[in-house]
């Protein structure tokens, strides 16, 4: 079983910056890759980045091109993933979700066992 914690989600005016974090607690072989998934309001979940295991490899969604860094903290007990997006734009309010269990970096939600409950994201103009 792999427990998700995110925080770090914030009020923002566009072109500020922000970190959001997750904590998995669980065994490293089940927590994978991560990744991260927002759902604006009145929009499905969408994909925003992940990152494998090792965290040497990541995929990002378009819309995020230049603007973010996505990394992971595999030491101690437990797994840190932090998504730092810079530049922010009022579409990226929204609530933003930790996944993990993945085998691979994967934008497909339903590859990901285990999510968070989220972290909200607001950006004003």
């Known amino acids: 079983q792999v427990h998700l914690v995110e925080s770090g989600g914030d009020l923002a005016q566009a072109g500020d910056s922000l970190t959001l974090s997750c904590v998995a607690s669980g065994r490293s072989f089940d927590i994978g890759a991560m990744g991260w998934f927002r759902e604006a309001p009145g929009k499905e979940r969408e994909f925003v980045e992940s990152?494998?295991?090792?965290?040497?490899?990541?995929?990002?969604a378009d819309f995020l091109k230049g603007r973010s860094t996505i990394s992971r903290d595999n030491a101690g007990a437990e797994n840190t993933m932090y998504l730092k997006m810079n530049n922010l734009r009022p579409e990226d309010t929204a609530l933003y979700y930790c996944a993990a269990g993945a085998g691979g970096i994967t934008a497909q939600a339903t590859s990901y066992k285990n999510w968070g409950q989220g972290t909200r994201v607001t950006v004003s103009t």
């Open positions: 990152i494998s295991t090792s965290g040497f490899n990541t995929y990002y």
